[in-house]
């Protein structure tokens, strides 16, 4: 096998295929996300009984964090969000959560809506990806630099999959392994 079909098949596929496998779990992670607190940011789109099942559905997800009077405070708050929204255009790249918590404390008022608040910061705070896809590039351009670049296809591959399944290797007992190469 040539050494660029050796590259591909050995080094390149295996790269793609975690990243195709992280993209698959990123999707799982945001639909799950979206089913559990998707009001938040689609609130705007949602009918009132739609909207009212959906924090009822929050309350009892986080039940420590939001009160049992979080329905009537999240309907304030969206005619509150609403008209603020006429009078400031949202200019700013950020997600529509991040807008809403930076104009909660701009204006003051998140003392007036703290359940809404908790929530929201609660919804930033969540970790929902895996970025183990965008890792393997990542780690491929660190071992593949200009000191390797005589490096061989082989070695290239063992190393960037060493990289990027460090986990499973740092769970690994490599003192047998290391009395074998001695012996």
Known sequence: MSGVNRFKVSTFSVIIDQFNNALKQRIKSYSFVQQRIGVLTEFESMSDEDIKIAIERLVDIYPKGLSFEFHSEFCQFICWYKEQSKKYSRKEPTGIAQHILKLLHTNGVYTAFPNTEVI????????????????????LARIKNMERSTMSQDCLGVLALLCIERELLHEIDFSSVIDDLLR
């Open 120 to 139: 929201f910061r609660i919804y930033l705070s969540l970790m929902s990806t895996n970025c183990s896809g965008e890792r393997s590039f990542s780690q």
